[in-house]
């Protein structure tokens, strides 16, 4: 009797083992899901305000017919050249001021002048042939969170942007 109960007691702990392994490589499955799901959600939340930081710049470049310092008149805590507009976010996506401190976001808006005909060349539908200038801008929303230096133009290499656009105005003949 006692090598009976001897072996049922080997079975019980081979089958507690078993479920012991069962439910741990499940938690492992679902440790790994919740860490996806996490990842996915800021993701997500970094090109949503991405999107509408973009947005917001294509308003305001619209909005002052592609005039830098009427646009970064409307952002005092910006960074801008004669060609240039950069504003800095921190991790919760608030404007950090120019000291940089604790910079991780960068919008980037870099204002060219070309040719009204060579901007809106797509569009013949109309039979018009348009004369003068169009400024374009190309905006960039870049993550620079574990770089050691902030992005002073938009980069070729598209690893660091989160969203990119491009907006214009028509500005006509001889206008500078």
């Known amino acids: ?15 507690l083992i078993v479920a012991i392994l069962f ?82 976001y960068e919008v980037v808006l870099k204002i060219r002048k070309d040719l009204a005909s060579n901007v809106y060349a797509d569009v ?3 039979n018009t042939a348009l004369e003068g200038d169009a400024l374009v801008g190309n905006i960039a929303v870049m993550d620079i969170r574990g770089g050691n230096d902030v992005i002073m133009d938009i980069p070729a290499d598209d690893s660091k942007i989160l969203f990119k656009t491009d907006v214009d105005v028509y500005i006509g003949k001889g206008v500078s």
């Open 124 to 126: 013949t539908d109309y």
């Open 23 to 104: 439910f741990s490589l499940s938690a492992a499955v679902c440790v790994r899901l919740f860490t996806n799901a996490h990842l996915m959600a800021e993701r997500t939340e970094n090109l949503s305000n991405a999107v509408i930081w973009s947005q917001n710049l294509s308003e305001s470049f619209t909005a002052k017919e592609g005039n830098l310092t009427k646009i970064a008149d409307l952002y005092p805590d910006s960074y801008f050249s004669e060609d240039t507009l950069i504003l800095f976010f921190n991790d919760n996506w608030e404007e950090v001021d120019k000291s940089l401190s604790q910079v991780s």
């Open 1 to 15: 009797m006692g090598s009976h109960n001897r072996s049922k007691l080997s079975l019980f702990l081979m089958e």
